[in-house]
């Protein structure tokens, strides 16, 4: 993700505009294969190498320093650096320093080099790698241990993405319109939406379907994690062929505006399409039911709802015994509002057994503690969990459901 000093974008008249590279920027596509070689050979280089050899390689780049260094900042994001392997670096510092002491007293010695080499010998090794077991634990002498493959051209198309997810951080609220009428696609992005805990408030109109998120600054807690998710989403909307998507955004010390973006800008994908993943919390809760609730079955669900309000609910689980199928959705500490209308759809009236889990830190709000207590298709077919929902309490529910 970009820092907010790397978010390129002109507010024109209320209207954001990122600004994008373009494909005929030869110097920015020239700069990205260089960065991708770069981290590439670096593979086991410190940290502090790493830095210096990408100081000396902006330094010398004709390119806008802004753009320079937010592509610079997405191959950092791609690193992984090896941990310390010994625990204990300061006594094992503190007793290679008293034997270089001691071997320094039987000097004179003829260059430091030599010097150098009569410690490492000593510590059976050589000097360089002397130097990375002594400073290992600190992060400038941490080694790159790998970096995560990508080409010049995808760390191209990564930047530009991460121009609109870096903004989408300071929204406010986020309105996806998709201009078809096929539930496949909803159901794709359902899955994303549901992977990274968002929650979406979903209208079928005439063109299609249109989809209405929160954005992190419209809630009271947790706004940056929520944030992330949300900026994390925003690449499986460049799997579909055709979409748009209007936020508003606030930034600290800045004009407020309205970001624009649809498939017209031609963002390209730079992430594969993840199908149909299941998150690992959901495989657990799969396979508990399964284990612990005699004669139900449960599965990622996959089967949209149409609640008697018109609200499409795509639910987290489908559970089965027998004959009979009913629905598991979850709401995490950031679904306050999408909550609220579930409470208020007349689920006793949909025909369908919408069974409805709940983060315990909206159950510890008073005003949501007071509409859960005062609302009886809850008090039947509701439960609160931790973080990650577990079967304990939902157990109960599906063992009445069967008798």
């Known amino acids: 993700m970009l820092t907010k000093d790397?978010?390129?974008?002109?507010?024109?008249?209320?209207?954001?505009?990122?600004?994008?590279?373009k494909k005929?920027?030869?110097t920015a596509f020239s700069l990205a294969d260089c960065l991708v070689t770069l981290f590439e050979q670096h593979i086991g280089s410190t940290k502090r190498a790493l830095q210096e050899q990408t100081g000396r390689l902006l330094e010398n780049c004709p390119l806008n320093n802004q753009v320079a260094k937010g592509l610079t900042k997405l191959m950092w994001d791609r690193c992984r650096f090896a941990e310390p392997a010994n625990e204990d670096m300061i006594a094992q510092r503190d007793q290679v320093f008293e034997s270089a002491n001691a071997l320094m007293a039987q000097?004179?010695?003829p260059s430091l080099e030599a010097y150098r080499e009569a410690v490492a010998a000593q510590q059976q090794t050589k000097p360089a790698e002397l130097d990375q077991q002594l400073y290992s634990d600190l992060e400038m002498y941490q080694p790159l241990e790998a970096v995560r493959?990508?080409?010049?051209?995808?760390?191209?198309?990564?930047?530009?993405?991460?121009?609109?997810?870096?903004?989408?951080?300071?929204?406010?609220?986020?309105?996806?319109?998709?201009?078809?009428?096929?539930?496949?696609?909803?159901?794709?992005?359902?899955?994303h939406l549901k992977f990274h805990q968002l929650m979406v408030a979903v209208k079928d109109t005439a063109e299609g379907y249109q989809l209405t998120l929160d954005g992190p600054l419209s809630l009271f807690q947790q706004t940056k994690r929520y944030g992330m998710n949300l900026a994390r989403f925003f690449p499986a909307l460049l799997h579909q062929k055709?979409?748009?998507?209007?936020?508003?955004?606030?930034?600290?010390?800045?004009?407020?505006?309205?970001?624009?973006?649809?498939?017209?800008?031609?963002?390209?994908?730079?992430?594969?399409?993840?199908?149909?993943?299941?998150?690992?919390?959901?495989?657990?809760?799969?396979?508990?039911?399964?284990?612990?609730?005699?004669?139900?079955?449960?599965?990622?669900?996959?089967?949209?709802?149409?609640?008697?309000?018109?609200?499409?609910?795509?639910?987290?689980f489908v559970l089965t015994h027998g004959d009979m199928r009913v629905y598991l959705e979850l709401f995490h500490r950031w679904h306050r509002g999408a909550l609220r209308n579930r409470l208020k759809a007349n689920?006793?009236?949909?025909?369908e057994c919408l069974i409805l889990g709940v983060?315990?830190?909206?159950?510890?709000?008073?005003?949501?503690?007071?509409?859960?207590?005062?609302?009886?298709?809850?008090?039947?077919?509701?439960?609160?969990?931790?973080?990650?929902?577990?079967?304990?309490?939902?157990?109960?529910?599906?063992?009445?459901?069967?008798?």
Do not use: C
């Not at 005699?294 to 709802?305: D, H, V, Y």
């Open 242 to 316: 055709k979409w748009s998507l209007a936020a508003e955004i606030r930034i600290r010390g800045k004009k407020p505006g309205v970001l624009l973006v649809d498939q017209s800008h031609k963002l390209q994908p730079y992430t594969q399409a993840t199908g149909a993943y299941v998150p690992e919390s959901f495989e657990l809760l799969i396979q508990s039911v399964q284990e612990k609730v005699p004669g139900w079955q449960a599965e990622a669900g996959t089967k949209s709802l149409q609640l008697p309000n018109g609200d499409f609910v795509f639910p987290d």
């Open 107 to 109: 000097g004179p010695w």
């Open 149 to 191: 493959e990508i080409t010049g051209d995808k760390l191209i198309a990564r930047y530009n993405a991460a121009l609109v997810q870096s903004l989408l951080l300071q929204a406010e609220s986020v309105t996806i319109t998709l201009p078809v009428k096929d539930l496949a696609v909803l159901r794709d992005l359902f899955r």
């Open 359 to 403: 983060d315990t830190h909206l159950t510890r709000d008073k005003e949501m503690a007071k509409e859960l207590a005062a609302n009886a298709y809850f008090q039947s077919f509701g439960f609160s969990f931790r973080d990650i929902p577990t079967v304990t309490k939902l157990k109960p529910i599906l063992k009445r459901l069967a008798e």
């Open 347 to 351: 689920l006793a009236e949909s025909g």
């Open 24 to 26: 005929n920027d030869d």
């Open 6 to 21: 790397l978010i390129r974008f002109r507010n024109l008249k209320g209207t954001i505009k990122p600004t994008w590279i």
